[in-house]
């Protein structure tokens, strides 16, 4: 992944990485640091004083990433499942269009599309978008796709001001947040982008446990936010 990194640098010198370091045990804060060594520029990274999961990995990595003064701040999975020959499209996508705040990668099977997906996590995250569609009446097709960017205005910075309920499926609750936290519907502020590439990298974290609680969580969720969206 790191000569990935480094091509993508070395092509776009107008972006920039924030590697958020959750307390990892292996030898992913030296391959940081050497990433960040040959852009000094470009790379940056912060380490969680202990480790909090995902979803609050990516709020810390926002919360600093808001003290720049950066157009368009997103985050994307370490596995590179969405390759970063996805981020200028994505991110040009949102900055033609003075309406949205947030544009997201979906991982749609379309003709022409390069996607590769273990057979069964697709059925199973089907599953899933399903039951939050209904849940929430969305017409999202893929919320939990590792790839968003979002424009930097108070919008977005009141997403991630607060920590999320859910530690695996806080995708959701950035959606709902930015219901509440605007007067527009959703699709007037999040646009969605099949992806030309995904591919699946390693094995999910997720057990099957997580999978069969997903209902009850997103209950949860739906809950918490009852009265504010």
Known sequence: MARDFTQHLSKYSTHHFLFVNDCSTDNTAA???????????????????????????????FIEAFK??????????????TPLSEVEPLVNKLLANSVYSMVFGSRIKLLN???????????LGRIFATFVSLLFKWQIYD????????????????????????????????FLRLQQFSDKPLEQIALESPLNQWIERGKSKLKWSDFFAAPFQLLRIKSSYKSKV
């Open 31 to 61: 391959k940081i640091s050497e990433l960040q060594q040959k852009f000094p520029m470009q790379v940056n990274y912060i380490s969680l004083e202990r480790n909090q999961g995902k979803a609050e990995a990516v709020r810390q990595g």
């Open 143 to 174: 919320t939990q796709c590792g790839a968003k960017f979002f424009k930097k205005n108070e919008l977005s910075n009141s997403v991630f001001s607060q920590p999320f309920i859910s530690k695996w499926f806080f995708d959701v609750e950035i």
């Open 68 to 81: 720049s003064d950066y157009e368009v701040v997103g985050f994307m999975d370490a596995d590179l499942a």
């Open 113 to 123: 599309l390069d996607l590769h997906r273990n057979l069964k996590r697709h059925y």
